[in-house]
T-cell receptor, first 116, second 111 residues
Framework: GNSVTQMEGPVTLSEEAFLTINCTYTATGYPSLFWYVQYPGEGLQLLLK?????DKGSNKGFEATYRKETTSFHLEKGSVQVSDSAVYFCALSDRAGGTSYGKLTFGQGTILTVHP | NAGVTQTPKFQVLKTGQSMTLQCAQDMNHEYMSWYRQDPGMGLRLIHY???????DQGEVPNGYNVSRSTTEDFPLRLLSAAPSQTSVYFC??????????FGSGTRLTVV
């Protein structure tokens, strides 16, 4: 079956530090990959996505590249801000047979705290 | 505003009670799904639907029922609430090849 593994957290950084959150996946088909962010007390917001190998998703200074050879989709940001403090989820939507059935498989989430 | 609307936002139930969590979307998305979020476990799929009249089980379906009589609505029913169902519940909708839109969540406590 499908699975997503994220690096264990929580992650604590100082403002302007470099961020990497590792994500690896197992899928039976050709998945689309996503990063979602959840701010305290809120729902999930799509941060970025990639739909095929070597695609790079980017948004708000965050980037992630779809690496099929290493089955990875690591999230990076060059300089984090206090406002980036949130929970980050890696997820995949498997497109076995060329369709996506509206199902997401999530990693366990990584709590990021950024201090001034 | 277009999107996914979940009600209620908060609910406290006694063990054995039943209730329905409502989910509605106005984007004409064909796919809808329910997830529960528990600490350290990410979000897990409860049930999903690929269109009106079609539903299927996800990873953790026990104790929950769903139906999809219209494209817009996808209610989640708890038949006999148990403390293990204390969680935050999210509904999402999506299209073929598109992104997923999530509701703001329902925080359920079963005592």
């Amino acid at each position: 079956g499908n699975s997503v593994t994220q690096m264990e957290g929580p992650v604590t950084l100082s403002e302007e530090a470099f961020l990497t959150i590792n994500c690896t996946y197992t899928a039976t088909g050709y998945p689309s990959l996503f990063w979602y962010v959840q701010y305290p007390g809120e729902g999930l917001q799509l941060l970025l996505k990639a739909t095929k190998a070597d695609d790079k998703g980017s948004n708000k200074g965050f980037e992630a590249t779809y690496r099929k050879e290493t089955t990875s989709f690591h999230l990076e940001k060059g300089s984090v801000q206090v406002s980036d403090s949130a929970v980050y989820f890696c997820a995949l939507s498997d497109r076995a047979g060329g369709t996506s059935y509206g199902k997401l498989t999530f990693g366990q989430g990584t709590i990021l705290t950024v201090h001034p | 505003n277009a999107g996914v609307t979940q009600t209620p936002k908060f609910q406290v139930l006694k063990t054995g009670q039943s209730m329905t969590l409502q989910c509605a979307q106005d984007m004409n998305h064909e796919y809808m799904s329910w997830y529960r979020q528990d600490p350290g476990m990410g979000l897990r799929l409860i049930h999903y639907s690929v269109g009106a009249g079609i539903t299927d089980q996800g990873e953790v379906p026990n104790g929950y029922n769903v139906s999809r009589s219209t494209t817009e609505d996808f209610p989640l029913r708890l038949l006999s609430a148990a403390p293990s169902q204390t969680s935050v519940y999210f509904c999402a909708s999506s299209t073929q090849g598109g992104g997923y839109t999530f509701g703001s969540g329902t925080r359920l406590t079963v005592v």
